[in-house]
């Protein structure tokens, strides 16, 4: 189903969808041998959503020996470094004395729950409010507490989380850590700009945040059918190239630069190689321009 303005969703639908395949690659990934990440809620959660498919994903039914993008080993690698990429992202900014986080579009994300926060760090969640209560009743089932103070903010990115941010306790006056994982692409790109704007209001100076960095011409082209071929293998009837925004959109690196915040890309074959990875030929062409982004915040806003 297409996206319209407004609209809503479950982790079995539309956008929510997505986290949960997500969630599912990261349940692989933590199943394998000497893993590089380590979720150990992300099972129990993709079963609670129930969708078939994405239980296939989980349990690895649905990949395929040598396929460019279904292929195990290239699967779990490729959601390995994406998650220790802002797993790190966390870690460096509270050893830098960061103790306040935010985790922007969160789904099925559990690092409030799974990394070891310092003693006085708050994290944020943001999400649709079908997806936050889901998740809290279900990870609260399974006797799991946050290991951070945590606090859930249910609304739409497209609304006023900003003020929703700060009723639940947000403090604009402390640096803060935040992160925008597999989220963009689901933005307008006036909406994309917007977002940045919010973030950089209410960030102190010191404050952080991490995104993907991805080259517009790619995801324009070539990105978008290659994503949406791979997920109608593994079974899903979710069309992602419904739930993508085309359109011309400014790079996230040119414009947080462009607002104060000193910006870093590392390239997605660095990213691979850092971890004693070789990204496939097939995934490089596909990967071009591509990296994940890490930013501070210069000065006063």
Known sequence: MARTEGDTWDLATSVGATATGVAASRALATKQ???LIDDPYADALVRAVGVEHSIRLADGEVCVEGDPMLDRQRMCEQIAVRTRFFDDFFRAATEAGI????????????RAYRLAWPAGTTVFEVDQPAVLEFKTRTLSGLDAEPAAALHTVPIDLR??????????GFDPSAPTAWIAEGLLIYLPPEAQDRLFDNITALSAPGSRLATEHMD???????????????????GTDVDLTELFYSGERASARDYLAGHGWDVTVQPTEQAYAAHGFTLASELADLAAGSGYLSAILKTAN
């Open 99 to 110: 103790r306040q986080a935010v985790i922007l579009a969160s789904g099925l994300d559990t």
């Open 216 to 234: 517009a011409e790619v995801v324009s082209k070539d990105w978008t059918a290659r994503v949406s071929q791979w997920s109608k293998k593994v």
């Open 33 to 35: 041998p000497d893993p």
């Open 159 to 168: 609304d006023d989380w900003p003020a929703a941010l700060r009723a639940n």
